[in-house]
């Protein structure tokens, strides 16, 4: 590569990394501002003090383990049952020579097409004679039914390009068909596991359309309820909001990157086990 090609690359690549960075960046200089700072309309100077005690109040006063501890259960019991269904349905279109199986396969993408907001109506009322409105079910579920076809379109993608004869070699020593998708496909197929993780972690972690239609006990509401906490009638504690922002958003961006390592490993990890 000729340096002025290497020059334009860095610029790009540190433009991109300032467009990413600086939103992060000014949310923590907000939220350490007091309301006539932010309200003075100088967003980008520092804060004259450092208010930590709108981290305090975050806390306090927008029951944050609560919700964090809801959010965690409700994304968590998605996650888990994602990776299951679509490794499962992957494996079975991706290895398997049966009739249906492109069917299958256009049915997930076609689930991919139907908007979240279009389902509100139907689901509340399928929930409502299910009795499981306002419980954790009532996310869950078709949390689960939002993410799965994503998953299947990135996870089948990969499985068809694992070589047949790794599966061969596992029939000759006498592996079912259990056993060569335990033992075989999933240690391969980790790291487009870690990318569903992360997809699916960062698309149902501040959902709130679903969580706010089918959720109303103050005991199972999720993370984004509490900037609600918030604003009243006649004053709203902006300071207070951008500690909570942080604080949601503190644990999307570690859990980023502890699988975006846990990706590079599972490539390492694929290969050698392959």
């Given at each position: ?9 860095f ?67 998605t996650m ?28 997930f993408?076609?689930?991919?097409m139907i908007?979240m907001?279009a ?6 009322l399928?929930f ?27 996870m ?8 047949h ?18 033992s ?34 103050e005991a ?55």
């Open positions: 590569m000729f340096p002025l090609a290497k020059i334009i690359v610029i790009l690549l540190g433009i991109l990394l300032v467009t990413q960075l600086y939103p992060l960046l000014w949310l923590l200089i907000y939220s350490l501002k007091n309301n006539e700072e932010i309200l003075s309309g100088s967003f980008f100077s520092l804060p004259s003090k450092l208010m930590w005690s709108n981290y305090t109040d975050a806390i306090a006063s927008g029951n944050y383990f609560k919700y964090l501890l809801n959010s965690l259960i409700t994304t968590t019991s888990v049952l994602v990776l299951l269904l679509s490794s499962l349905v992957s494996f079975a279109i991706s290895r398997f020579r049966w009739k249906y199986g492109q069917l299958v396969m256009v049915l993408l076609i689930g991919m908007p907001q389902t509100l109506l139907p689901l509340m399928i409502k004679e299910m009795k499981i409105l306002n419980t954790l079910w009532s996310l869950i579920l078709p949390y689960v039914a939002f993410q799965t076809p994503i998953a299947v379109f990135i089948s993608g990969f499985m068809k390009s694992i070589p004869e790794i599966e061969e070699s596992a029939v000759v020593d006498g592996a079912n068909v259990l056993r060569i998708f335990w075989v496909i999933i240690p391969v197929s980790i790291p487009p596991m870690m990318t569903v993780c992360i997809l699916t972690f960062i698309n149902i972690w501040n959902e709130y359309i679903l969580a706010a239609t089918f959720i109303s006990k199972l509401k999720t993370l984004p309820f509490g900037v609600n906490s918030f604003v009243s009638q006649y004053s709203v504690n902006y300071g207070a909001i951008g500690a909570y922002l942080v604080l949601g958003a503190l644990p999307v961006i570690v859990i980023y990157f502890l699988l975006a390592d846990k990706i590079t490993k599972g490539m390492v990890a694929g290969a050698v086990k392959g």
